[in-house]
T-cell receptor, first 113, second 108 residues
Framework: DVKVTQSSRYLVKRTGEKVFLECVQDMDHENMFWYRQDPGLGLRLIYFSYDVKMKEKGDIPEGYSVSREKKERFSLILESASTNQTSMYLC????????????FGPGTRLTVL | KNEVEQSPQNLTAQEGEFITINCSYSVGISALHWLQQHPGGGIVSLFMLSSGKKKHGRLIATINIQEKHSSLHITASHPRDSAVYICAVRYNTDKLIFGTGTRLQVFP
């Protein structure tokens, strides 16, 4: 079975802190994604990566950056956390063709105080 | 306005009832996904379809490309089916556009 893991289930940070969210997948998938999920808005794509060291902005990249140094690991970085970044963050991965499903991690619920 | 519209937003049912959740989208797509999210956050892919119908156990997904509409049906619903069901569409990229989800509660 594909496994996508995220470093924390719950995280509480203070405004202005630098926050790292880690995602690891064990199926050698080319594509990895970071989403945030907010009530009434559904999942929105922050960034995605289709190869090591490659990244593409999603729909809401402002305030975030990403890093993909190894194929299995995709990190989301909040350079200076703000209260409006309080959300559920979900990582996903998929193989490199258009028509394959995405496999999701369990999510990290981040609260910024 | 979300490009993917789901209805209803909330749904309650008695155990055993037949359930239908609807999804509409605005432009041509390459594939449509149905996902399930249980309390606690984890998301599981139920179906991916680009035409016709797929069935897995008590779940059936259909899509009408001409009408830009898909339905997810649950037969003989059970309390363990209680979850948020999310429709997502894929255009000719690896990106998915998500609906806001339908929260289903099935009572014994």
């Amino acid at each position: 079975d594909v496994k996508v893991t995220q470093s924390s289930r719950y995280l509480v940070k203070r405004t202005g802190e630098k926050v790292f969210l880690e995602c690891v997948q064990d199926m050698d998938h080319e594509n990895m994604f970071w989403y945030r999920q907010d009530p009434g808005l559904g999942l929105r794509l922050i960034y995605f990566s289709y190869d090591v060291k490659m990244k593409e902005k999603g729909d809401i990249p402002e305030g975030y950056s990403v890093s993909r140094e190894k194929k299995e690991r995709f990190s989301l970085i909040l350079e200076s956390a703000s209260t409006n970044q309080t959300s559920m963050y979900l990582c996903a991965s998929s193989t490199g063709t258009f028509y394959n499903e995405q496999f999701f991690g369990p999510g990290t619920r981040l609260t910024v105080l | 306005k979300n490009e993917v519209e789901q209805s209803p937003q909330n749904l309650t049912a008695q155990e055993g009832e037949f359930i239908t959740i609807n999804c509409s989208y605005s432009v041509g797509i390459s594939a449509l996904h149905w996902l399930q999210q249980h309390p606690g956050g984890g998301i599981v892919s139920l179906f991916m379809l680009s035409s016709g119908k797929k069935k897995h156990g008590r779940l059936i997904a259909t899509i009408n490309i001409q009408e830009k509409h898909s339905s997810l049906h649950i037969t003989a619903s059970h309390p363990r089916d209680s979850a948020v069901y999310i429709c997502a569409v894929r255009y000719n990229t690896d990106k998915l556009i998500f609906g806001t989800g339908t929260r289903l509660q099935v009572f014994p």
